[in-house]
């Protein structure tokens, strides 16, 4: 490895999609749409959450920070990639690269451990409703909230200085449309073990010991509802937990398949594909599965629409 010429890099290119020129259009109009309906979702869910009183509870909490980590995680790649679409230049600079896994290990951990927060949320709520006021007390909820991006500031960070001592030689091409560490780590000409063993290690820790506790929240709140007998109890348990599994199991399984169960017969296409949908797809889908479809997003969307109404009437 050391025997090797150790040029400095000082731009990535970016590969972006695979996609023929004569769909490019059709694919940056599609992105563009997906990336528009994430960025006002997410941004109406915060103006709503800010504005009603109503809805300044744990959970409208929760959801606040996620989806402010839906926006943000979304424009980490994004906008890049839409430029790359309409542009010929595809180069990235390498602080530019680096600086974008950062904040791309930073908000996809953050959703990871908010997700953890709201699972456990729902789990008070339904399973011990009388001391639910009692249990999420402000001073948890603030815990619940600042651990998270505490955690996920220092494993960002750990990543990417593991990467940031890396030497890269001739070849900067990456063929991805962000960079991503494990393809960052195919272009070095360093010895990668360490990363590859905090990836697997710290990065497992990071996922799995999350996924599980969402699961066994989900679980328990299954079972609790389902002890009341009755079709209107199932009818609950499915709606309350249904859709927020959909999300949790695109999010996780995706990034499970691609960073902790690697497969070499894996094509470049197929992990590109898998990386869209939690990075793009996920982000897009949230405000719908958590809020949009909630009825106390709705009913503050009419009360603080007929506020405004009135407020111009006068």
């Known amino acids: 490895m050391t025997g090797r010429n150790q040029t400095t890099i000082s731009e990535f290119l970016l590969l972006g ?5 004569e769909h ?10 997906m990336y528009v309906t994430t960025v006002l979702g997410n941004l109406l869910i915060l103006v709503l959450i800010c504005l009603d009183p109503h809805l300044h509870t744990p959970m409208y ?33 390498y602080a530019g690269c680096l600086t974008q896994m950062y904040f791309f290990l930073f908000f996809a951990d953050l959703e990871d451990f908010l997700l953890v927060a709201m699972a456990y949320d729902r789990y008070m709520a339904i399973c011990f409703p009388l001391h639910y006021t009692t249990i999420m007390s402000p001073r948890l909820c603030l815990f619940l909230v600042l651990l998270p991006w505490i955690l996920t500031t220092f494993h960002a960070m750990l990543h990417t200085l ?4 890396l030497h890269f030689c001739e070849d900067n091409v990456i063929p991805h449309f962000f960079c991503d560490s494990s393809a960052l780590l195919k272009l070095s000409c360093s010895d990668t ?6 990836i697997f290690f710290v990065g497992g820790l990071i996922i799995v010991i999350p996924f599980l506790l969402i699961i066994m929240s989900y679980a328990r709140i299954v079972s609790s509802i389902l002890k009341v007998p009755s079709a209107k109890g199932i009818c609950k348990a499915f709606s309350t937990c249904g859709s927020h599994l959909t999300v949790v199991c695109l999010f996780y399984g995706t990034i499970i398949g691609l960073y902790l169960c690697p497969s070499a017969h ?6 590109t594909v898998m990386s869209m949908m939690y990075t793009v ?3 897009m889908l949230n405000p719908f599965i958590y809020s949009l479809r909630n009825r106390d997003m709705k009913g503050a969307l009419r009360r603080v629409f007929c506020k405004k109404k009135n407020a111009f009437s006068l």
């Open 17 to 21: 999609l695979p996609i023929k020129s």
């Open 24 to 33: 490019q259009n059709l694919f940056y109009a599609l992105f563009l749409a």
């Open 61 to 93: 909490l929760f959801l606040s920070n996620l989806s402010f980590s839906d926006l943000c995680f979304s424009s980490v790649t994004m906008p890049k990639l839409l430029q790359n679409m309409q542009s010929q230049d595809l180069s990235i600079p």
């Open 162 to 165: 593991l990467m940031a001592r």
């Open 193 to 198: 073990r360490v990363n590859e063993l905090v």
């Open 266 to 271: 894996n094509s470049t296409v197929k992990e």
């Open 281 to 283: 797809v996920a982000p």
